[in-house]
C-alpha cells in the first residue's frame, strides 16, 4: 500500500476522510450524479485549507480561511456543483475564489473554468494550490466579480460562492442561452440559493435550499462591512490594479 506520509498524517488517512465524507455528509443527503461524487471523492479538500484545520477539513461544516472568508461546507460545494449540470465540455464562470477548492471542483468537471477573487491574499493563495495541483484549465483574476468577466464569456454555467442582494445584471449577460447560473440571493445574514436557467422564453429560477455564504461585496452587490449603508448596485465601481482588495 502508498505509504507515502505528509506533515505526520497518511495520505491514505485523508483519502479515507474523503470517502467517509462522501458517504456520511452528501449521498444521504441526495448528491447523486456520478460525476460530482467522484470529483468530491477525488480533491484534497485539506491542501486548501492551513494545516491547523486539516483534521477537520473533511467536516460536515465551512473553516475560515481568512481575511473573514470561508470554504463552503462540503455538501454546499456538492449542491452548488451538481445544479450546473456540468458534462465536461463547458466553460464555467465562478465567482468568490476564496480557498481554490470549489474551483479545483469545477476544473474535475468542466472543460475550462474561469474565477474571480476580490481579496488579494486569497486569490494569491488559491494560485498557488492550484498549481501545485496542476489544474492547468484554470484562469484566474483579481477584480469585483459582481461585473462577471466580459472578455471571457460567454458561459455555459455561471457560480457565485457569496452571498449576493439581487443577481448582478451582468452575469446574466454573460450566461449563454441554455446557460445556468447558482447564486446565494438574501440579506447579509441568510440566503435563498437559487437557480437560474436562461432559456430562448427567458429566465426560469428555481429555489435550492436556505443557505448562509459569506457577502459579495462589489459594485452589484454589498457594500464592504463598516462602510455603513448596503448600496446594493452602487456606483462603486473599483479599477483593474487589484488594490481594492482589503
Ligand atoms: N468557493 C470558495 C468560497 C469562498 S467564500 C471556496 O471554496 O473556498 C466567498 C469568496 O467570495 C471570498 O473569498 C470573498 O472574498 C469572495 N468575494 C466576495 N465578493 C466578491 C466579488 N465581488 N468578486 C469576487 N470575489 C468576491
Redesign the pocket.
Known amino acids: 500500500m502508498f505509504k507515502s506520509r505528509i506533515f505526520g498524517k497518511s495520505i491514505v488517512s485523508f483519502e479515507k476522510a474523503r470517502h467517509r465524507m462522501v458517504e456520511d455528509q452528501l449521498i444521504p443527503r441526495g448528491i447523486r450524479g456520478p460525476r460530482v461524487i467522484e470529483a468530491m471523492r477525488k480533491v484534497p479538500r485539506h491542501l486548501?485549507v492551513e494545516e491547523a484545520f486539516w483534521d477537520r477539513s473533511y467536516g460536515d461544516h465551512a473553516l475560515p480561511?481568512g481575511?473573514k472568508?470561508?470554504?463552503?461546507q462540503p455538501y454546499m460545494?456538492a449542491r452548488m456543483t451538481e445544479a450546473l449540470d456540468l458534462t465536461g465540455t463547458e466553460k464555467v464562470l465562478?465567482?468568490?475564489?476564496?480557498?481554490?477548492?470549489?474551483?479545483a471542483i469545477l476544473a474535475e468537471l468542466a472543460a475550462k473554468v474561469c474565477s474571480?477573487?476580490?481579496?488579494r491574499s486569497?486569490f494569491q493563495k488559491a494560485q498557488t494550490s492550484l498549481n501545485r495541483l496542476q489544474y492547468f484549465n484554470v484562469a484566474l483574476k483579481l477584480?469585483?466579480?459582481?461585473y462577471g468577466w466580459p472578455e471571457e464569456s460567454p458561459f455555459d454555467a455561471i457560480i457565485v460562492?457569496?452571498g449576493a442582494p439581487d443577481i448582478p445584471p451582468s452575469l446574466l449577460d454573460q450566461l449563454k442561452p441554455g446557460g445556468r447560473l447558482v447564486i446565494p440571493v438574501g440579506d447579509r445574514a441568510s440566503q435563498m440559493l437559487k437557480k437560474i436557467v436562461k432559456s430562448p422564453e427567458g429566465l426560469a429560477a428555481t429555489h435550492l435550499t436556505g443557505c448562509v455564504?459569506?457577502?459579495?461585496?462589489?459594485a452589484f452587490?454589498w457594500e464592504p462591512e463598516g462602510s455603513g449603508n448596503n448600496l446594493g448596485g452602487s456606483l462603486n465601481h473599483v479599477s483593474d490594479d487589484g488594490d481594492h482588495s482589503v
Do not use: H, K, W
Open positions: 486548501f480561511i481575511e472568508q470561508t470554504i463552503s460545494v465562478e465567482i468568490g475564489t476564496g480557498s481554490g477548492y470549489q474551483t474571480v477573487e476580490r481579496v486569497l477584480f469585483d466579480g459582481t460562492t457569496a455564504f459569506v457577502p459579495l461585496v462589489g452587490g
